[in-house]
């Protein structure tokens, strides 16, 4: 069993910063992708970003690319989510999402979720 937990939600202005993270813990090892998925008032859940445990490229929808950067910390199984230069349309529930395979784009690919954290953003 995994549990995540997220933290670091809260609100903030057009253009501004916030920074979210994600807490791994319990089999960790048996994980391969970790991801951050984000779902909006009345809207479904949408894939954000995705990073490998093992090493490689991380991957961005493109609504996000270039402003948004997933990390990850080995030392403290924690996978960061760097949010810049945010926009209105950026307000959502985030969720981390931890699979056991190479995961994609769709939430169902994930085994386990956090409990998701708010990003408002004002315009």
């Known amino acids: 069993q995994v549990t995540l937990v997220e933290s670091g939600g809260g609100t903030a202005q057009a253009g501004g910063s916030l920074r979210l993270s994600c807490a791994a813990s319990g089999r960790i090892v048996s994980l391969y992708t970790m991801a951050w998925f984000r779902q909006a008032p009345g809207k479904e859940r949408e894939f954000a970003a995705r990073i490998f445990w093992g090493g490689g490229s ?7 690319k270039g402003r948004f950067t997933i990390s990850r910390d080995d030392a403290k199984n924690t996978v960061n989510l760097q949010m810049n230069n945010l926009k209105p349309d950026d307000t959502a ?8 395979r190479v995961g994609g784009v769709a939430p169902k690919e994930y085994e386990y979720w956090g409990q998701g954290t708010q990003v408002t953003v004002s315009s």
Do not use: I, S
């Open 58 to 64: 991380p991957y961005y929808v493109d609504a996000v």
């Open 93 to 100: 529930v985030y969720y981390c999402a931890a699979g056991r």
